[in-house]
Every structure is written in structure tokens, then in C-alpha cells.
């Protein structure tokens, strides 16, 4: 089964042109539009990337409110799926559900970023119809997420003001810790080096810690990530 939808009014269907991130979920899943938020140590959230206006709007609406299936979706940790919002009576966001309906948004889809067992953020997906949404459509918009996992830490990372900034891919690579635990993270895991230094990175991002700090414990055997709960 397909996912099956009304052609999008073109005034709320703009996406951004800049090589965002949301780029291929708007492109891929025909979506009205995409936003991408991290979480760091201590729940703090950060927008990173909307795919326009129109998805812009309907992010800030979860942030502002404080409720949604965004924040279900981090609490969760799984996917919430709302594939027609017009007919929902959910009573978890009673305050989302009515303004998102005057936003003009019928369905709205929000997908945990995992980066191994670190929680960094989301992906919501928002539509101006609603949607007909089958397991090829939850599986894509799931690999799609993980792809952005990494990059989506790195662009918070690279923003951020705080000495986490400077433990960005810029500069581990110099660090000989750094290296070692990323070797003891592939033989751990059976991933490729680059996978192995995002999932430290991850990491280091999820719990507020510095990418040396982590490094350090993997090295000393006091973190091992394949024992990481899920």
C-alpha cells in the first residue's frame, strides 16, 4: 500500500533550498513539512533545522506549548504516529491538537533520533492532509532518521556556546584516547569506525559529558557499549 495524498496547497509546501536536513524526508515521505530538534544533557531542546515556514510554525507550537507527540515521542522513545488529526480526540495534547488544526496541519508524525542507546533528538513530520501511513512508510521515515542521527548532533555541537563545541569532529582526531575508544567501540559493536565515533558522540552529547570524558571510560572499561541498556 501506498501512502496516499491530496495534492499539498503550494503556499504551505515551500522547503527551504540551503541543503537542510529536512530535505529528504519532505522529498521522500511528500510531507508538507519536516523540523529537526536535539536534546541534550538535562532534556534542554534546540530546533536545528525546519524545512520552511510552514514547518517552522507548527515546531515552535510543540516547543511553546510543551506538549505534542514530539514530547511523547522522547519520553516514549518510539515513533507517534497521528496520521489524521482532524478526527483525533487525543486527550494527552488537547492544546497542540487545537492549535495545530488551526495551523492547517492534518497530520503530524514523530520519530525518535537514536544514536545506539542515546537519545539526541527528533524528527516531526508535519502534513497539510492527512495521511495514509503503511510500515514502508514508517520504515523509510525511520532510516531517514537515523541517517540525519549525526549530523544533526554535529550541527548542535558545532552552534552551541559551550565548551561541548570544542569536543566537535574537528578536533578528536587528535586525541589518542579518542581513537582507542573509538577501536574498542567497533570491536564492541561490529560497526565500521565512523558509526563507532557517532555513537560516542552521541553519547557525549546525551548525558552532558565531554567526548574526552567519554573516551576516558571507554578506554578504562568502565563504559562498554554493548552493554549499554536500549
Not at 77 to 82: A, F, H
Not at 137 to 147: I, M
Amino acid at each position: 500500500m501506498k501512502v496516499r495524498m491530496p495534492p499539498a496547497p503550494a503556499p504551505t509546501h515551500d522547503v527551504a533550498s540551503d541543503g537542510s536536513l529536512c530535505l529528504p524526508f519532505v522529498r521522500d515521505l511528500g510531507v508538507s513539512g519536516a523540523s529537526i530538534s536535539v536534546v541534550g544533557f538535562g532534556g534542554r531542546q534546540s530546533s536545528i533545522c525546519s524545512s520552511g515556514a510552514f514547518a517552522a510554525r507548527a515546531d515552535a507550537l510543540q516547543f511553546d506549548l510543551g506538549e505534542g507527540p514530539r514530547w511523547e515521542a522522547l519520553s516514549s522513545r518510539t515513533p507517534v504516529l497521528c496520521p489524521d488529526l482532524t478526527g483525533s480526540e487525543n486527550t494527552s495534547w488537547p492544546i497542540f491538537l487545537a492549535a495545530a488544526r488551526e495551523l492547517g496541519v492534518h497530520a503530524v508524525f514523530s520519530f525518535p533520533m537514536l544514536m545506539g542507546a542515546a537519545l539526541v533528538g527528533v524528527v516531526d513530520l508535519y502534513s497539510v492532509a492527512t495521511v495514509t501511513s503503511d510500515p514502508a512508510f514508517v520504515a523509510q521515515a525511520k532510516l531517514l532518521t537515523g541517517r540525519v542521527a549525526s549530523a544533526a548532533v554535529q550541527k548542535a555541537l558545532h552552534s552551541a556556546e559551550d565548551h561541548r563545541s570544542d569536543e566537535s569532529i574537528l578536533a578528536p582526531s587528535l586525541r589518542r584516547e579518542v581513537h582507542q575508544a573509538t577501536g574498542m567501540i567497533i570491536s564492541q559493536l561490529d560497526v565500521s569506525a565512523s558509526e563507532a565515533f557517532s555513537r560516542l558522540q552521541g553519547y557525549a552529547f546525551a548525558t552532558g559529558a565531554t567526548l574526552q570524558d567519554v573516551a576516558h571510560k571507554v578506554v578504562a572499561r568502565t563504559i562498554d557499549f554493548a552493554r549499554l541498556p536500549d
